[in-house]
């Protein structure tokens, strides 16, 4: 379990977080989003016990990060935002290292994290700055996975991975879970969001929302349109837009184009097309929320 | 004439067959999109086009010096942002004036104006990117080289990064970009799939897809 209680951090004149409260159960993922720079891996450093500048209290798995953070770190299993490995190591070595440090035994991965060795397997003998960017991440997670850690801290451990791979490490995160495992990952694929038991949005340091995912795509007050469009047939459909009244917002969505609009939008056929109303999804909502608080231009 | 024009390369890493007999061209004002799973070939074959790895066999040519964002973006991190711009952008060789004028018109629709006077090492994984694109594209060059420009960015940043490509690319500026985002394959003008190293489709994206998850269809 993950327990923060009013954690406030600064760096010079800047607050970075702004008494952050939340908790992670045990056998729960919470997914933590916010857009760059919100305080995503500040507030990962200090749950990992690698930056003890802050005010507030934390214990994971039960221990005080400040006074127990020895035993805490034993629960832990940390995935950092930049690679943790070691380049010059081959992919086994990386492992029997990570193991060592731990007191336990590299041969175990394969029941661990049988997802993510399958893949990896291969490779074994491979130096770590060999591999792909995808490769590397699912490397990192299985050496944060060798002592069987109880809570699990993955600052964005997707970035990069194609979404095939994503998948494979959805499947693990999922597993464990189910093991009994709290996650806390950071992701910016909304998707996977969706794929969480709770999500924590961060906004400049404070929390924004803290709910499941129903709860969140349930709190939206516009409503949403898609209409297709190619990116180059954009600069018509938005000249359309302008003149239709309600029309709040829009933004690419692949193919399509999403539109927020209020009570007064009339659904009228734009270029000749029939905007479509759909339910929106995380990314939506981020974008929603995003839009309303970013600064002006 | 095309900007880029690659035919029948190859690369290979010992054993390992990165890239094998892959030709492709780009067109002034193209967006072409490069899909795959990691270890494909996508960044090798970036590389290879950069002049930064020599091909095995195979021609490359590719008009004037290509701006390049690479997935470990080169930024100085002791400098600050508007430093590291003026730093590469005197590399470049572009005059003082100019690259007043340039900073200002690429860094204001990125959001990093307010990021300017601040230490590359204090700076967010996500202005980073906004960084690395600027330094690409200050030089103005025909050819813009993007690997992976918006992983790690949020779906804000990752759609004002698009934004930007596009306008480059309206610009007349030909554009290569690698992505693991399957609805950013839709903002190209047309897409390579690579799959061991080989092309495994091309062609324009709706034509080559129905849906995002389609795309994947071509991964396995």
């Known amino acids: ?297 | 004439m095309n900007l880029v024009e690659i035919s029948h390369v190859s690369k290979r890493f010992g054993e390992f067959l990165a890239v094998d007999d892959v030709s492709l061209s780009l067109a002034k004002g193209e967006i072409l999109g490069l899909l795959g799973a990691n270890g494909a070939g996508k960044t090798t074959l970036i590389r290879m086009i950069c002049d930064l790895l020599r091909p095995d066999c195979g021609q490359i040519s590719v008009q004037g010096r290509p701006g390049y964002m690479c997935q470990t973006f080169s930024l100085v991190e002791e400098l600050t942002v508007h430093e590291n711009i003026r730093f590469y952008a005197t590399l470049f060789g572009l005059k003082r004036a100019q690259i007043a004028t340039r900073e200002k018109a690429i860094t204001a629709p990125l959001e990093l104006t307010p990021y300017l006077n601040r230490q590359v090492k204090f700076l967010p994984s996500g202005w980073r990117q906004a960084l690395s694109f600027s330094i690409a594209v200050i030089a103005e060059p025909p050819v813009l080289i993007l690997d992976e420009p918006t992983s790690g960015l949020d779906a804000l940043s990752r759609r004002r990064m698009w934004k930007m490509i596009q306008a480059k690319a309206a610009e007349g500026t030909g554009v290569i970009v690698s992505t693991h985002y399957l609805d950013e394959a839709y903002y190209c003008s047309r897409l390579t799939i690579m799959n061991g190293g080989r092309i495994a489709a091309s062609g324009a994206p709706q034509e080559l897809a129905a849906t995002q998850q389609d795309f994947l269809t071509y991964f396995r």
């Open chain 1, 1 to 297: 379990m993950i327990a923060a209680q009013g954690i406030c951090k600064q760096f010079g004149p800047r607050q970075v977080l702004k008494d952050v409260s939340f908790q992670v159960e045990d056998a729960q993922i919470v997914a933590l989003m916010g857009a760059n720079g919100a305080g995503k891996s500040t507030l990962f450093d200090i749950l990992a016990t690698i930056d003890p500048d802050f005010t507030g209290e934390a214990s994971i798995g039960g221990f005080d990060i400040r006074t127990q953070a020895r035993d805490a770190r034993c629960c832990i299993g940390y995935v950092p935002g930049r690679f943790s490995l070691y380049g010059d190591l081959t992919v086994a070595e990386n492992l029997a290292f990570f193991a060592g440090a731990y007191g336990c035994n590299a041969a175990d991965i394969e029941q661990l994290s049988p997802y993510l060795w399958r893949s990896l397997v291969g490779f074994s003998d491979f130096r770590a700055d060999t591999l792909s960017g995808g490769m590397k991440q699912k490397l990192a997670i299985c050496c944060a996975l060798v002592h069987n850690p109880s809570v699990l801290l993955l600052d964005e451990p997707t970035v990069g991975v194609d979404p095939v791979s994503r998948h494979d490490m959805w499947l693990e995160i999922g597993a464990l879970r189910d093991k009994g495992v709290s996650v806390l990952v950071s992701t910016h694929y909304l998707d996977e969001a969706a794929l969480s038991d709770r999500i924590l949005f961060l906004h400049q340091g404070e929390i924004l929302l803290f709910d499941s995912p129903a709860g969140i795509v349930g709190s939206y007050s516009h409503r949403l349109f898609s209409l297709p469009c190619q990116s180059a047939e954009l600069s018509q459909i938005e000249a359309a837009l302008a003149a239709e009244p309600g029309v709040l917002d829009y933004y690419l969505w692949g193919n399509t184009l999403h539109i927020t609009a209020d009570a007064t939008f009339g659904g009228a056929a734009i270029c000749g097309r029939i905007p479509v109303p759909i339910e929106p999804g995380i990314e939506d909502i981020f974008i929603d929320t995003l839009s309303e608080r970013r600064p002006r231009v």
